[in-house]
């Protein structure tokens, strides 16, 4: 497939609005688009939307094109984990608010945290995209935990219920448990005839923000910074230019393509309405 416009879509952007887990300010995220032209951008924030109509004004207003999503536990069994959807039309972005919602409400065991079931995403699927996550989220858990009938099972249910609206994501942030699961789902992509897509977490704008970046999870999981035993991001999770992605991805041109070619698939953004 030809592209056009070889402009890398940051997909995963967590804000303030992800707690004690992303560190950029819509304001500060706004500025950053409009000095380095972004001409897309994608909001994830993990279980909630709160950040979404201030996202959708701002990013706009300095003219880069909102993408607007969130990330979502889904749980079966023992495992729960983070998936990310993203609201194609206003249909998608009701659907969207109606599993944000349910992951709360609908939801006996917040213990665990909010989360729907895979036939909450089934049920109202329509108009929006879902992307796989990274070793951390849903499927990683699945594979990690060598639950790998489970996880192809599950795959072509969802496959089924998405179409052509399922990317299997490949993402590279120089963490050591990145490889194994990326040439697994590369096989995946092969053999369940799904697409790849390129993307990177990210939790600040810039590279110099990692130890205050890692300090804040620190507070959120109650950690000390000098733990030994604790859980740490690399210090690769901030906006990379076009040039470091294109290196980056270099072997991989089609999931390189299909993120250049994500941001043709949206023709919404939520607006204001009056109180109900």
Known sequence: MLVNNKNFNHLKVHTQYSICEGAIKIDELADYCKLNKIKSIGLADSYNLCGALEFSEKISKVGTHPIIGTQLNLKRSDIIGKVSLYAQSEEGYKN????????????????????????????????????????????????????????EKILKFLKNSFKDRLYLEIQRHNESQEKNFENFLLNTSKNLQLPLIATQEIFYLNKDMYEAHDALLCIGKKNFVDDKDRFRYSNQHYLKPQKEIEKLYSDIPEALENNYNFHLRFNFKPKRSKPI
Do not use: V
């Open 96 to 151: 969207l608010t109606k599993l944000s919602s349910r992951s709360y409400l609908k939801n006996d065991e917040l213990m665990d945290g909010p989360s729907c079931t895979i036939d909450d995403l089934a049920e109202n699927n329509e108009g929006l995209i879902l992307l796989t996550g990274n070793y951390t989220n849903f499927f990683g858990k699945l594979f990690f935990k060598n639950k790998l009938k489970e996880f």
